[in-house]
């Protein structure tokens, strides 16, 4: 059964890189089926999509975030991470991590998730 | 990108069934059978409960539905039960980059 785990620092620095990583057990993110995402969640909100990452290391972002974010593949270690530049307490939430599914090339659902992680700026 | 529009709130009597609107546009919920439902219970993950307009992962009870109608999709629970008392979110794949939109969300009451 695939898992998912979010890890890195709570409290981030306004201006600073928030940096978290989601570590993947039972399943591979080599695998050319899946999509692996950030989602995020504010105080009290609804979830907002980030982006992912496929197993071949092309990127899909939300666009007004494009400018300031990055997801990356550690096939070695079985982790993606994400990258946040420039924060502002705009961007506090839980972070969710989570496997896409496609369905062809389309991008169909999220069926696995991380407990998800609190960051505070 | 704007977000898939759902209703902030529904309510119910356990027993009694509830429907959860969707509404989306002719680039992503009208075009694609890619809509998925998330359940959310306070402090926890979300939960996929219906994918691909109406399929149901294994393990997930029958009394969750989806169907779909024009730019209009809906999550259907029927014999509500105190523990499906959470908020609901639906996604749906979009033509235009990310590919993926997320609803509001709409808390579901359980009276």
């Known amino acids: 059964q695939v898992q998912l785990q979010e890890s890195g620092p709570g409290l981030v620095k306004p201006s600073e890189t928030l940096s978290l990583t989601c570590t993947v057990s039972?399943?591979?993110?080599?695998?050319?089926?899946?999509?692996w995402s950030w989602i995020r969640q504010p105080p009290g909100r609804g979830l907002e999509w980030i982006g992912y990452?496929?197993?071949?290391?092309?990127?899909n972002y939300k666009s007004s975030l494009k400018s300031r974010v990055t997801i990356s593949l550690d096939t070695s270690k079985n982790q993606f991470s994400l990258k946040l530049s420039s924060v502002t307490a705009a961007d506090t939430a839980v972070y969710y991590c989570a496997r896409g599914v496609f369905s062809g090339r389309y991008e169909a659902r999220l069926d696995v998730w991380g407990q998800g992680t609190t960051v505070t700026v | 990108q704007s977000a898939l529009t759902q209703p902030a709130s529904v309510s119910g009597s356990p027993g009694q069934s509830i429907t959860i609107s969707c509404t989306g546009t002719t680039s992503d919920v009208g075009s694609y059978n890619y809509v998925s439902w998330y359940q959310q219970h306070p402090g926890k993950a979300p939960k996929l409960m219906i994918y691909?307009?109406?399929e149901r992962p294994s393990g997930v009870s029958n009394r969750f539905s989806g169907s779909k109608s024009g730019n209009t999709a809906s999550l259907t629970i029927s014999g509500l039960q105190v523990e499906d008392e959470a908020d609901y979110y639906c996604s749906s794949y979009t033509g235009s980059s990310p590919h993926v939109l997320f609803g509001g969300g709409t808390k579901l009451t359980v009276l």
């Open positions: 691909d307009v109406s």
């Open positions: 039972g399943g591979s993110v080599s695998s050319g089926s899946y999509y």
């Open positions: 990452i496929s197993h071949s290391g092309s990127t």
